[in-house]
Structure formats: C-alpha cells, structure tokens
C-alpha cells in the first residue's frame, strides 16, 4: 500500500474530530443536569445519575461490538449508523414523559454512539506507524475530551437559559449537519483482514484477552475511569449542595477546566518520543492521585478548580500512552479490536463508577467516596508496575 493510502487528509482529520467530539458527547449530555431531568420526571436527584451510567454502560459494552466490526466493516457505514441511530434517540427522548422508557432511549444513545469512535480509532490505528501512534492516538483522545467538555457545559448552559429538551434538539441538529460532510470527508483504507469472516473477527478479538499483558492495562483502564468518571459525577452532587449551591450554568463554565485534559493527551504523545513512556505512565498515574487527594480535602472551589484540571490532565495523559503499547503488542489486523476493548474497559469502569460511588456517597458521605478513590488509584499504580514488567521481560525475549 502507498503512503498517500496510509496518510489522512486535513479534511478527513477534521471531519473525524469534528464526528467524536459530537458522538461520544452525546453520551455524557445529562450529566450536569441530573436535577433538571429530575424535575421533568419528578424522581429524586440520585435516581436521575441512572441516565448517565446505562448511558454510559451501553456506550462501552457497544465497544465489544463494534471494535472487531471496525477491522471488517466500511468506516463510513459504522459511522453512519451510529450518527442517524443517536439522533434518532436524541429527538425521542424529549418528547417521551415516561422515566424508564427515558432510560432505555438514552440507553440506545450510548449503543449507537460508540460506533463512531469504534471505527474512527481503529481507521487511524491502522494507518499510522508505530512511532507516530502516542501522538496520533493523542490527537483522536483529544477529540473525546472536548466531544465530553463541550457537550456537559453546552447542554448544562442552554438548559440554564431554555430547557433540557431544547438543549437536546439542538444537538442532535449539530449532529445531522456535521454528518453530511461524511459520504465526501471519509476516505476508504485497505482492510488487511478482508479475507477474514465476521465470526473470525470476533473471535481473534476474543483471544486477545488470552494475553496477561492485555488483560493488566484493561484493568487499569477500568480503574482509572472508575475514578476519574464516578468522582466527576459526584461533583454534580457535591458543589450543587451546601456550602457551594452551585448552578448548572457555573457548573458548566467550572467544567471548562476539563478541558486541560487535550492538553494532556497531545504533550503525552510527544513526550513519549522523548522520554520512556512506562516511567511517563508512573508518573502520570501518581499526579491523578494527588489530583484526587486535592479535590476531595478541600473546601476552597478555587483548589477544587484546580484538581479538577489536574485530574483531567494527567487521566488523559495516560490514555495515549496505555493505548500505543497495546497497539504495539497486538497485530495490525487486531488494532481496531483492542483499542476498542480498551475504550470499553475504561468506560465501563466510568458507568460502574458512577453508580456505586454514588451508593457509598448515600451511606458514608463525600469522604467515604473520596477514600474509595484514592485506594483504587494506589492500587492502579501497582498493576501498572506489574504490567511494565512483563512488557520489558517480553520486549527482552
């Protein structure tokens, strides 16, 4: 294959950035509006944070599926169907008045957005060299970070000034436009596993988690949005309650720090051609539970503001880092699958996060959830140790 195969266009960049950022939004919409969806159905805050984690748990486990289908399947069909598929979802969901049937629509949401990620990451996954991955993987995370900034403190904002149902359509709208420029923006690649049937795919997919190695950063990606995503939705909770009383609209400008977290993934990228990426990952994994430690002891919003860029930092920071070394462990034609196996780790790690925090934030209060962060986060540490081991004991033999 020619290097111009290989080699993305700018507009095809765009485009693909442009795609995640809306699609993988889509599904973290309702998280700074737990109390306006809760009013809308007249069920308590807490019963509202369920839209978010079945969102999210569909969002990851849709992974599975879609991740070997992106080793066989057009990227422009996947994509497709995950985009017509979320805006159909995201206008039945504001005329719906049932709660449960609610769940089970922006349950759908997530199913059909993890499609476009799933085949966005594994069409650049293939079609980068492997010293180029860090950064390029760093760019397409960095399209996931802003799709989740900008989706949260856009909708919490528009809710704010409209309604939460307003705020939905008009999403969905930036969806359909953007998705016309996807017959014309998405270039077609080579599929080294074309001779392969689908049954194959997915059991090459499977065979996958046969290797220690794999299994290890999974579950640091597991725990690590276990953190970073049941502590990010417990916020809503925390500083909408005394002493803060915080609206959804400063809630979602305070959001905004988030977005420290692009510039994480691209210095990353870089910084591992410089410096080794294991002791990059160490470190990194070190400042998240600092970050923790910060934002859970601190009763000034200005140090809390400051954790929570640290936190978005750094957890993002690591993503392209985990991700190039399975890349780099794996075969070409499996590319797609673990990288999206690794997305529907950490995601599923978020979506349980989110509700079993929340459980032991009912029975022993912030500092009780807080302290389940931290152990999790030393506990990723020694995983990570162990597994950096074995890579180095394998790249020796």
């Not at 017509?84 to 039945?92: Q, S, T, W």
């Not at 904002?157 to 008009?170: C, G, K, R, Y």
Request: proline share 2%; net charge positive; with cysteine.
């Amino acid at each position: 294959m020619s290097k111009e195969e290989f080699i993305q266009t700018k507009s095809t960049l765009i485009l693909s950035a442009l795609l995640i950022v809306l699609l993988v939004g889509s599904v973290y919409i309702s998280q700074l509006i737990f109390q306006e969806i809760s009013q809308s159905y007249h069920i308590d805050i807490l019963a509202a944070r369920n839209v978010f984690s079945l969102s999210c748990f569909f969002y990851a486990i849709s992974f599975f599926i879609y991740g070997p289908l992106s080793d066989k399947v057009s990227t422009k069909l996947l994509v497709l169907i995950g985009s017509i598929g979320a805006v159909c979802c995201l206008f039945l969901s504001v005329i719906i008045d049932n709660f449960n049937l609610y769940l089970v629509i922006m349950s759908l949401i997530g199913f059909f957005a993890a499609a476009v990620p799933a085949a966005l990451f594994a069409y650049t996954a293939k079609n980068t060299p492997n010293q180029k991955l860090p950064q390029a993987m760093g760019i397409m995370i960095s399209a996931s970070i802003v799709g989740i900034i900008f989706s949260r403190s856009v909708v919490a904002m528009l809710t704010d000034f409209w309604s939460w149902q307003v705020a939905f359509t008009i999403y969905a709208g930036l969806i359909i436009v953007t998705c016309l420029f996807v017959p014309f923006g998405i270039k077609q690649s080579v599929n080294p596993n074309s001779t392969t049937s689908v049954l194959g795919t997915y059991l090459a997919a499977i065979k996958l988690l046969l290797d220690k190695i794999v299994v290890i950063f999974l579950i640091v990606g597991f725990l690590l949005f276990f953190v970073y995503l049941g502590l990010s939705s417990l916020l809503t909770f925390y500083l909408k309650g005394a002493p803060f009383y915080l609206s959804s609209t400063v809630l979602g400008w305070l959001n905004f720090a988030g977005l420290s977290a692009v510039i994480g993934s691209i210095i990353s990228g870089k910084l591992s051609q410089i410096v080794n990426e294991k002791y990059l990952l160490l470190i990194c994994l070190l400042a998240v539970c600092i970050s923790v430690v910060t934002i859970g002891f601190s009763s000034s919003l200005s140090v809390i503001a400051i954790g929570i860029f640290c936190l978005f930092l750094f957890v993002f920071a690591i993503q392209p880092l985990v991700i190039a070394m399975l890349n780099k462990i794996v075969p070409i034609n499996s590319r797609g699958a673990i990288s999206s196996l690794y997305l529907l780790a950490c995601l599923a790690g978020g979506s349980i996060g989110t509700y079993l925090l929340g459980i032991v934030y009912q029975n022993n209060d912030w500092s009780g959830a807080i302290s389940v962060c931290v152990f999790f986060t030393v506990v990723n540490l020694i995983l990570t140790l162990i597994g950096i081991q074995l890579v180095k004991h394998k790249e020796r033999y």
